[in-house]
C-alpha cells in the first residue's frame, strides 16, 4: 500500500495559497492582506474591511461608497423568508436558524445560477447584507418582538444593533460591535472557511459553501467557544472558585474555553483588543473579575505550554455587557466571517482543483462476506 505522510487535524499541512490573511503564532501576530489587525481596527470599518477581502486589495473611496450603498439596500429579506423565520420552532438555536435561512435564499436569487465569479461576488454582497438581518429577526420572532426592518441611514453594525434592540445604538456601542466584526472577517484556513471551500471546490453554488461555514462554525471546538465561554463563567460562579475549577478541569483534561489555538502559541491579538473593550464596558461585573483571574491563573498553570487566551475569551463579555443574549454570540461571529468564507471561496475559484484528499486504511482486506443470520 502506498505511504503519505498523515497528520491529525490537518495540523500544519497547507491546503491552498492565498494572499489574504497571515498569522504569525509564534509573535501572535494576524495581517489581512499584509496590514496588521491593529491597524484595521484602528482606522477601518467593517464594510471596508468585508469589501477589501472581496477584492484583496484596498478599495477606492468610489467603490466602497458603491459598495456600502448595495449593502444598505440589500438587507432586507423576501416577505416568503420572513414568514419561515415566523415558522422556525423558537427552541431553534440561532446559528442553526442562520444555516436554514440562508439555505433558503439560493431559491430566491438568479445568481445562485450562474457559474460566473461575479455572480458569486454579488451573492457574497446580499449575504454579508443579510446575515444580521436573519440573526435580529429571528431573536425578535422568538421573543415574540415585532422584527425591526432595517435602516438604510445607518452603518452595518449600527443597524445589526438597531434590529436587534430597537433602539439607535451609540456612537461607542457602535464602534464596539464595528471593531468586533473587523476582528473576526478572516482567519487563514480554519474549519470554517476550509469547509466552505471543500463545497466550493466541487463547483456546488455559493449558497452551499456559506452553509457548510455555517455549519462548521457551530461548534464549540470552533466559533461555539465564545458561546461556552460564558456558560464556564457562570458554572465557575464566583472568583474565589476560580482555582478549584481549573485545577479539576486541567485533572480531568477538560478544556478551558476560550484558551489555547492551533496556530497561535502566543497572545491572540484580536483578544488584547476585545479584553480592553470588556474592561472598559464591564471593568465592575462578575464576568470580567472572574475572566480576568481564570487569565491570572491559567497563564501560570499553561502559558509554558503555549496556551493563551483566543479571540473568544473575551468577545462573550463584550456581547453580554452590551445586552446581547448569549446564544446569538456565536451567530455574530458568522456575520463576520461571511465575508472571509467568500473571499477564500472567490479566491480559491480562480484556480480550482476539487478538494480530494485521502485516508490511512487500517481496516483488514479480502474477507469473507458473512450472510446476516449467520453473523
Ligand atoms: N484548555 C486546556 N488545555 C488545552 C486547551 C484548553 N483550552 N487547549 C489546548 N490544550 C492542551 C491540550 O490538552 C493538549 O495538551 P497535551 O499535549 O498535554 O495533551 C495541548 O494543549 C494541545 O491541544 P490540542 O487540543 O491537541 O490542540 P488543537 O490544535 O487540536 O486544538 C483548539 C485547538 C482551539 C481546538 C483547542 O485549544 C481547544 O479546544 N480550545 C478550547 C476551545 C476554544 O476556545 N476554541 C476557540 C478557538 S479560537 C476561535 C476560532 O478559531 O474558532
Do not use: C
Not at 471543500?198 to 453554488?205: K, R
Amino acid at each position: 500500500m502506498k505511504e503519505y505522510p498523515f497528520s491529525k487535524g490537518l495540523e500544519d499541512v497547507p491546503a491552498a495559497e492565498s494572499v489574504l490573511t497571515y498569522i504569525d503564532g509564534q509573535e501572535g501576530k494576524l495581517y489581512y492582506l499584509g496590514i496588521p489587525i491593529e491597524e484595521w481596527a484602528e482606522n477601518s470599518t467593517y464594510e471596508e474591511v468585508a469589501l477589501s477581502l472581496l477584492l484583496r486589495r484596498l478599495p477606492t473611496k468610489g467603490e466602497l461608497k458603491v459598495f456600502d450603498a448595495a449593502l444598505r439596500s440589500s438587507r432586507d429579506l423576501p416577505e416568503e423568508v420572513i414568514d419561515f423565520i415566523y415558522d422556525l420552532p423558537p427552541q431553534t438555536h440561532p446559528m442553526s436558524a442562520l444555516r436554514s435561512v440562508v439555505s433558503l435564499l439560493e431559491s430566491y436569487d438568479e445568481d445562485a445560477r450562474r457559474d460566473d465569479l461575479d455572480a458569486k461576488f454579488r451573492i457574497a454582497l446580499r449575504l454579508i447584507a443579510k446575515f444580521p438581518t436573519i440573526v435580529a429577526y429571528f431573536d425578535r420572532v422568538r421573543k415574540n418582538l415585532d422584527i425591526v426592518r432595517p435602516n438604510p441611514s445607518l452603518s452595518h453594525a449600527e443597524n445589526f444593533l438597531y434590529m436587534l434592540t430597537g433602539k439607535i445604538p451609540t456612537k461607542y456601542e457602535s464602534k464596539v460591535m464595528d471593531v468586533a466584526l473587523i476582528l473576526h472577517a478572516d482567519h487563514e484556513m480554519n474549519a470554517s472557511t476550509f469547509a466552505s471551500m471543500v463545497v466550493a471546490s466541487t463547483l456546488s453554488d455559493m449558497y452551499s459553501a456559506i452553509v457548510a461555514g455555517i455549519g462548521a462554525l457551530k461548534g464549540p471546538l470552533h466559533g461555539g467557544a465564545n458561546e461556552a465561554v460564558l456558560k464556564m463563567f457562570d458554572e465557575i460562579g464566583s472568583v474565589d472558585n476560580v482555582e478549584k475549577y481549573i485545577e479539576e478541569s486541567l485533572a480531568q483534561k477538560k478544556k478551558i474555553m476560550g484558551f489555547g489555538h492551533r496556530v497561535y502559541k502566543a497572545y491572540d491579538p484580536r483578544a488584547r483588543i476585545l479584553k480592553k473593550f470588556a474592561e472598559e464596558l464591564s471593568k465592575e461585573s462578575k464576568y470580567y473579575e472572574i475572566a480576568v483571574k481564570v487569565e491570572e491563573y491559567m497563564m501560570k498553570k499553561v502559558a509554558q505550554k503555549g496556551i493563551f487566551p483566543n479571540v473568544d475569551f473575551y468577545s462573550g463579555i463584550v456581547y453580554n455587557a452590551l445586552g446581547i443574549s448569549t446564544d446569538l454570540f456565536t451567530p455574530i461571529f458568522a456575520i463576520s466571517r461571511v465575508a472571509g468564507w467568500a473571499a477564500h471561496v472567490l479566491e480559491y475559484l480562480e484556480d480550482n482543483r476539487i478538494f480530494r484528499p485521502s485516508s490511512i486504511y487500517k481496516g483488514e482486506l479480502d474477507k469473507k462476506y458473512i450472510p446476516i443470520d449467520q453473523r
